[in-house]
């Protein structure tokens, strides 16, 4: 007898329809966005103890901390994308040879909308004209871009919004942090900087005139010592409304890369793509002064078109130039942000070259002045790392991932590599005698079945520059699998020292840290002690009290938290 279940009509549950969710279960877009080892995690939990093959260095003391966009629930539309999802936070914990693992999201504001409502309510990325109209005024951040170590808290950013602050032993959410009310404009960088020498912060904003999607040319930047004071604010205009996404910290001077990727709010409010790539515009450096500056001392440098990645150093010489070392890619890397009128070209993406670039700018020349890269490194990678005991230093030792087509990749076992072809591990070293001149380059391969994410340099107490150890996540593309993987910083060829076996799939992440445990436990310390617990904004942004005085609200504000991950309202 025929099973009762084939008489009955084939009933589709996939609940989307015309791109858009039409359904109400929990059933994530059949699309590369969500598939292989990006296909949701959504995982909270903690292990002890992890699998180890090989022996963790015992002089390793430590959490490495780094943070995935990982959606919590469906999305509204069927295209979205990576970057949208919500900040899942990861804490593997070493001491004495052992590993533990802790995986937390971060209790935005938006997430705690949507637990309340078990589904999506926001739309696009970064645009909140395709939101539910119940969240109007809420931050809708997603904090997953970047996890930084700041006066005994964790903060979890997001270029698009204000950080969160986070227990880096818990990982519980602490609230939006404001710097106990010192910045209050609605976004926030997810690369800040900080100076080894003063202790101070270095950090900026754009988009950041009035509630963080007018598409404006308004950028911050600002100054907060190691007591976490704000000593410097400086508000300035970029050439167009494009994107800035990491930085870079010499002596005396921020440098912000303007990407070509343009922001357009008639397009935004049309429901498209917050950017879109523009291959006949330049890309451009912007030379901040770290003291005293004004808005006519911000110097912008002019180079031909190109696709910024993320920063390796950036020093001063003894001619007083800036050195200003990162990837550029020769178009556009974010294809899914395709120029207006176009479609993504995911083929075209797949040939771009990405060498590291060494420029240096003049701070003397004009504005506007144009420039070439001094150097070109065909290094042909991305999320460049130095040991950050360097920073604002001549440097000499660079690690990244590489993207090494000649090597063996099993196709018929892993399907397209998520998130890039990065099959190696790459160390790199400048000349130390000469500025104009590349080193040596030292590199382990993954294997034909995996890939590597963002690299974290771990100093060895008391080395020299470059002593200690590498770090990064693999993904096991075979099995679906990650493991996080130590070397010898200055000895990649020679293999890991040690090998985490995780067991389970996270998500592709984006950046990461090590935290020593000493700088831990003496916040905590400090904490418990003179300065009190860690306090979460009081107040609501600027822009979200306008927002609620013209509805009508009384400033009561919808979507603000209460400091503990709780909303106060709904």
């Keep these: 007898m025929a099973h009762l279940e084939a008489l009955v009509p084939e009933v589709t549950t996939y609940p989307y329809s015309n791109g858009k969710r039409t359904g109400s279960g929990v059933k994530f877009p059949d699309t590369a966005a969500f598939s292989s080892m990006?296909?949701?995690?959504?995982?909270?939990?903690?292990?002890?103890?992890?699998?180890?093959?090989?022996?963790?260095?015992?002089?390793?003391?430590?959490?490495?901390?780094?943070?995935?966009?990982?959606?919590?629930?469906?999305?509204?539309?069927?295209?979205?994308?990576?970057?949208?999802?919500?900040?899942?936070?990861?804490?593997?914990?070493?001491?004495?040879?052992?590993?533990?693992?802790?995986?937390?999201?971060?209790?935005?504001d938006k997430f705690l909308k949507e637990e309340e409502a078990r589904q999506s309510l926001f739309g696009r990325y970064r645009n909140p004209y395709t939101d539910n109209e119940s969240v109007r005024g809420v931050i809708r951040t997603v904090s997953n871009t970047n996890v930084t170590f700041w006066r005994g808290m964790l903060l979890a950013s997001k270029e698009d919004g204000p950080p969160f602050a986070m227990d880096p032993v818990t990982l519980e959410t602490i609230g939006r942090y404001d710097f106990e009310g010192q910045i209050k404009a609605p976004t926030f960088t997810a690369h800040p900087k900080f100076d080894p020498d003063t202790g101070e912060m270095l950090c900026f904003a754009y988009e950041a005139g009035t509630d963080g999607s007018d598409c404006g040319v308004d950028v911050v930047s600002w100054t907060i010592n190691a007591d976490g004071v704000k000593t410097e604010e400086l508000w300035f205009k970029a050439p167009f409304?494009?994107?800035?996404?990491?930085?870079?910290?010499?002596?005396?001077?921020?440098?912000?890369?303007?990407?070509?990727?343009?922001?357009?709010?008639?397009?935004?409010?049309?429901?498209?793509?917050?950017?879109?790539?523009?291959?006949?515009?330049?890309?451009?450096?912007?030379?901040?002064?770290r003291r005293g500056g004004k808005p006519e001392d911000v110097k912008w440098f002019r180079a031909d078109n190109g696709f910024h990645g993320h920063v390796a150093g950036c020093y001063e010489n003894d001619a007083g130039h800036v050195i200003f070392d990162l990837t550029v890619a020769d178009g556009n890397v974010?294809?899914?942000?395709?120029?207006?009128?176009?479609?993504?070209?995911?083929?075209?993406?797949?040939?771009?070259?990405?060498?590291?670039?060494?420029?240096?700018?003049?701070?003397?020349?004009?504005?506007?002045?144009?420039?070439?890269?001094?150097?070109?490194?065909?290094?042909?990678?991305?999320?460049?790392?130095?040991?950050?005991?360097?920073?604002?230093?001549?440097?000499?030792?660079?690690?990244?991932?590489?993207?090494?087509p000649t090597k063996p990749y099993d196709f018929?076992?892993?399907?397209?590599?998520?998130?890039?072809?990065?099959?190696?591990?790459?160390?790199?070293?400048?000349?130390?005698?000469?500025?104009?001149?590349?080193?040596?380059?030292?590199?382990?391969?993954?294997?034909?079945?995996?890939?590597?994410?963002?690299?974290?340099?771990?100093?060895?107490?008391?080395?020299?520059?470059?002593e200690g150890y590498l770090t990064a996540l693999r993904n096991n593309l075979d099995e679906l699998r990650n493991d996080m993987v130590i070397w010898d910083a200055l000895n990649l060829a020679k293999g890991p020292l040690a090998t985490l076996h995780l067991p389970l799939r996270l998500r592709l992440g984006l950046h990461g840290n090590f935290v020593d445990n000493r700088d831990i436990v003496a916040w905590q310390e400090r904490r418990a002690a003179e300065l009190g617990p860690v306090q979460p904004a009081k107040e609501p942004l600027p822009?979200?009290?306008?927002?609620?005085?013209?509805?009508?609200?009384?400033?009561?504000?919808?979507?603000?938290?209460?400091?503990?991950?709780?909303?106060?309202?709904?």
């Design 543 to 570: 822009w979200q009290k306008e927002f609620a005085a013209a509805r009508g609200q009384n400033g009561h504000t919808n979507g603000t938290t209460n400091g503990n991950g709780v909303n106060e309202s709904s």
């Design 334 to 404: 974010f294809f899914w942000f395709p120029p207006d009128g176009e479609q993504p070209d995911l083929a075209k993406r797949s040939r771009l070259s990405s060498p590291t670039c060494r420029w240096v700018l003049d701070p003397t020349a004009e504005t506007s002045s144009r420039v070439k890269a001094a150097l070109e490194w065909t290094t042909n990678g991305e999320f460049s790392r130095i040991d950050d005991r360097y920073v604002t230093k001549k440097y000499e030792h660079f690690w990244q991932l590489k993207v090494d």
């Design 38 to 108: 990006n296909k949701p995690s959504r995982f909270e939990g903690d292990i002890f103890d992890l699998e180890i093959t090989g022996e963790i260095p015992k002089d390793i003391n430590g959490t490495f901390y780094r943070v995935q966009p990982d959606h919590r629930f469906p999305p509204m539309f069927e295209d979205d994308i990576h970057f949208n999802g919500d900040g899942s936070v990861t804490a593997i914990r070493i001491k004495d040879g052992h590993a533990d693992f802790k995986q937390r999201f971060v209790r935005t």
């Design 241 to 289: 409304a494009g994107m800035i996404h990491d930085c870079g910290i010499s002596k005396n001077w921020l440098v912000l890369p303007l990407t070509p990727l343009k922001m357009n709010l008639d397009r935004l409010k049309a429901g498209g793509n917050k950017f879109a790539w523009d291959p006949d515009e330049d890309q451009v450096y912007g030379l901040v002064p």
């Design 412 to 466: 018929a076992r892993c399907g397209p590599p998520a998130g890039g072809l990065f099959n190696s591990m790459a160390h790199y070293t400048w000349d130390p005698d000469d500025e104009a001149r590349t080193g040596a380059e030292d590199v382990w391969f993954a294997g034909p079945t995996a890939t590597y994410q963002e690299p974290v340099f771990i100093p060895r107490d008391g080395g020299k520059e470059g």
